[in-house]
């Protein structure tokens, strides 16, 4: 009875199974482990199992919460839970293992959710998919000889192969919504400072990088949202608390809301075939429910972008390797990957005057871009120009960081831009190609209006389920 539970409910679902004692918050947690250690040796999205940890909480107390009990899964990359390796995907890092709580982890905790592993990633997060040295590739299963996607690769194929309903995950220029979009799962980027890094972080990227979760519902990803949202105090780029929770905006029905949709790449160059069919039966869908549906013309200079981000990320993570080395020890070529050099060397040839430069014209882009938005309640745009990538083709052994970049950059030519604008945007798995491979869209949002999106993504959930949409590996075990 639990396996049936277990794969026909969301965690809001499994939860209100616990709340009603129909399940344990054990019976959940043993069946995510039997799960993992079913599915994991064929795909690899899990590096470190949490088991006794997790099989200890479940058997104390669960707080009163919309999650409470429901077993997740952590991104290996960046949060901190004190006691749990974080390990970047990297050989630099493999023995470290948290000393303090992050302000998000706390609140996890304290919401109930149960921690039973770690997910695979990319070294340091730099990649559009997850194939590190350390712990070896995580395999897409819908296809695997496609990318899972990156840098939240592990989360996602951990969710949409069934090991569990729900799992951590970040954004810093696509990383929730590219692996997201290539395993047909839901994924929300949230605005700038909605959620904090704190108390050990103040600031990721100028405010790019955002955490939150992917899951299989909309309502699942807005229940997490009320978990962990809110400001930490003296956060650079702090949010107030919206007054009503997110998860009752899933219960509403929308306003007629005024969408604007990419019809071309941002060069001007044509949507290619599969993603330009995603956004067209996308765009139709929201016109059936609705909603006004007006093309836009979504340009911005993509080579000025890609260089300009380029070298301002580049400069951000060699002084987090720089402040690495002074705790750890030295960092050479041999503890790292080779693109994870270049990053870090040309982030080391980037003057002081050249960076501020970089920075004011990051901030002039994005401020172009959110204008030209303006008209607009929600902008629907692909997640990448293209399907999903063969495996392999996000090389980090590449030691030329500008080669590296290019083929990285030319991806996330949709994403990254609002991760500078700091808007929430969430892709929804509405579609899949000729070959059943998910290719995803996005929708956007102004700063601060996760509510919207919400509201829309589960409008579009209830015209167009996707519950019952799974990978052949979700249905082995």
Not at 94 to 108: F, G, L, P, Q
Request: glycine content about 8%; aromatic content about 8%; some cysteine.
């Amino acid at each position: 009875m639990v396996r049936e539970l277990f794969t026909s409910n969301d965690a809001t679902g499994l939860a209100k199974l616990v709340r009603q004692r129909e399940v344990s918050a054990l019976d959940l947690v043993d069946e995510a482990i039997r799960r993992i250690e079913a599915l994991n040796p064929r795909l690899n999205a899990v590096v470190h199992r949490l088991y006794d940890y997790a099989r200890e909480v479940a058997t104390r107390p669960l707080p009163d919460g919309p999650l409470a009990g429901v077993p997740i899964l952590l991104k290996d990359l960046s949060v901190e839970w004190k006691g749990f390796p974080v390990t970047n995907g990297s050989r630099y890092f493999k023995n470290y293992v948290a000393s303090t709580d992050w302000e998000i982890s706390a609140r996890m905790r304290n919401a109930g959710l149960i921690p039973v592993g770690k997910t695979n990633v990319p070294e340091n997060g730099w990649c559009a998919a997850t194939e590190p040295v350390l712990f070896g590739s995580t395999v897409n299963p819908w296809n695997a000889g496609v990318v899972a996607g990156g840098s939240s690769g592990g989360s996602a194929v951990a969710v949409a192969s069934g090991m569990v309903p729900l799992a951590d995950a970040s954004d810093g220029g696509g990383s929730i919504r590219i692996p997201a979009a290539n395993n047909g799962i839901v994924g929300l980027k949230p605005s700038r400072g909605r959620v904090t890094f704190g108390p050990g972080v103040v600031d990721y990227w100028y405010g790019a990088v955002a955490f939150l979760c992917v899951s299989r519902s909309v309502r699942d990803t807005a229940s997490y949202l009320d978990v962990v949202a809110g400001a930490h105090p003296g956060d650079p780029y702090a949010l107030p608390k919206p007054q009503a929770s997110y998860l009752s905006a899933v219960g509403q029905r929308p306003k007629r809301l005024r969408i604007g949709v990419a019809h071309s790449e941002p060069d001007g160059e044509p949507l290619n075939f599969d993603v330009k069919a995603a956004v067209e039966k996308a765009s139709d869908l929201c016109r059936q429910l609705g909603h006004e549906v007006i093309e836009h013309d979504f340009r911005y200079d993509v080579e000025v972008f890609k260089s300009t981000f380029g070298r301002i990320t580049a400069v951000l993570s060699s002084s987090f390797f720089q402040g690495c080395a002074e705790r750890f020890g030295r960092v050479t070529p041999d503890d790292v990957e080779p693109a994870t050099w270049g990053i870090i060397e040309l982030g080391k040839t980037v003057s002081g005057v050249q960076h501020a430069t970089d920075i004011e014209i990051m901030r002039k882009m994005s401020r172009d871009l959110v204008e030209s938005l303006r008209p607009y309640d929600v902008f629907l745009a692909p997640v990448q120009p293209v399907p999903p990538r063969p495996a392999g083709w996000y090389d980090m052994s590449e030691p030329d960081i500008q080669v590296y970049n290019e083929r990285l950059m030319r991806d996330i030519v949709f994403t990254a831009p609002f991760n500078i604008t700091g808007q929430p945007a969430i892709t929804l798995p509405l579609h899949r190609n000729a070959n059943d491979i998910p290719v995803g869209i996005q929708f956007v949002a102004p700063v601060g209006d996760e509510a919207t999106l919400l509201n829309l993504s589960a409008q579009i959930e209830e015209a167009q389920p996707w519950k019952d949409i799974r990978p052949p590996a979700f249905y082995a075990v």
